[in-house]
């Protein structure tokens, strides 16, 4: 089993900045892949950015450019750096992790990002 705990959400108005993090614990070693989705309300959970343990980077065509993923593939914790964010950015932001031999996935409890005035 794998833990994720993340922090660093809370409100921000439309143009800031924010940090999330997120550390796993527990069998850890299996991980390959960590990232981050997101879930605002009445929509669907969507990949916002994922990394490798090679260092391999994807993000969403809607947070590329404003959002920067980061991670120590060793220690199993993960950032976004979300930059000139805007108010469709707000959501709930999950943690995730996906492990191989066998395929899981896992995600955090969440931590809300909300942009407003």
């Known amino acids: 089993q794998v833990q994720l705990v993340e922090s660093g959400g809370g409100l921000v108005q439309p143009g800031g900045s924010l940090r999330l993090s997120c550390a796993a614990s527990g069998t850890i070693f299996r991980i390959n892949t960590m990232g981050w989705y997101r879930q605002a309300p009445g929509k669907q959970r969507e990949l916002v950015a994922t990394i490798t343990n090679a260092g391999s980077i994807n993000y969403a065509d809607s947070v590329r450019g404003r959002f920067t993923i980061s991670g120590d593939s060793a220690k199993k914790t993960v950032y976004l750096q979300m930059n000139t964010l805007k108010p469709e950015d707000t959501a709930v932001y999950y943690c995730?992790?996906?492990?191989?031999?066998?395929?899981?996935?896992?995600y955090g409890q969440g931590t809300q990002v909300t942009v407003s005035d």
């Open positions: 995730n992790a996906d492990q191989g031999n066998p395929w899981r996935r896992y």
